[in-house]
T-cell receptor, first 113, second 116 residues
């Protein structure tokens, strides 16, 4: 059974800092890995999707890397802004089916102006 | 706006009530999902539908009954719920590609359910 862990659970940084969020998973036979953000009381917004054959993806100030062999992914946020405050979730399809997605518990980020 | 809408946004119900949650996607996708998000727990997949057919039931109690009349609409019928069923219920859709990779799920805003 796939298990997804995210560290740290919460993070508070001053505006402008670069930061790294971590995601680890136990079953490396994944189709892809996806990073989402969730604002309080709202649904999820997809940020980046890395296919299993890729090692990283970039979108603006966000860069996500994937190391399947070690079961790890990182989300790098450059020059953080207060608008980046949210919970960040990583998600991987389990070996039980590519649509059977397992989510981590998330990292709650607060960027202080 | 992600193209996935959910109604109602908030719902309070007693344990003997029957209610339904509705999800509609305007993205032309062929797969739809129900997830449950409880406090302090990871998002849990409940059901998956592909081309209106249920393809995943993640050991969900029978007091939750999904219905998918077409590829654009998904319902979750609720009856005799328990207080521990209180949670945020999220709907998502995607364009299923048979596992070729790169399948992004688009989420609705969720229904916040409180069972008294």
């Amino acid at each position: 059974k796939q298990e997804v862990t995210q560290i740290p659970a919460a993070l508070s940084v001053p505006e402008g800092e670069n930061l790294v969020l971590n995601c680890s998973f136990t079953d490396s036979a994944i189709y892809n890995l996806q990073w989402f953000r969730q604002d309080p009381g709202k649904g999820l917004t997809s940020l980046l999707l890395i296919q299993s054959s890729q090692r990283e993806q970039t979108s603006g100030r966000l860069n996500a890397s994937l190391d399947k062999s070690s079961g790890r992914s990182t989300l790098y946020i450059a020059a953080s802004q207060p608008g980046d405050s949210a919970t960040y979730l990583c998600a991987v399809p389990s070996s039980g089916g590519y649509q059977k997605v397992t989510f981590g518990t998330g990292t709650k980020l607060q960027v202080i102006p | 706006e992600t193209g996935v809408t959910q109604t109602p946004r908030h719902l309070v119900m007693g344990m003997t009530n029957k209610k339904s949650l509705k999800c509609e996607q305007h993205l032309g996708h062929n797969a739809m999902y129900w997830y449950k998000q409880s406090a302090k727990k990871p998002l849990e997949l409940m059901f998956v539908y592909n081309f209106k057919e249920q393809t995943e039931n993640n050991s969900v109690p029978s007091r939750f009954s999904p219905e998918c009349p077409n590829s654009s609409h998904l319902f979750l019928h609720l009856h005799t719920l328990q207080p521990e069923d209180s949670a945020l219920y999220l709907c998502a859709s995607s364009q299923a590609n048979g596992g070729a990779g790169g399948e992004t799920q688009y989420f609705g805003p969720g229904t916040r359910l409180l069972v008294l």
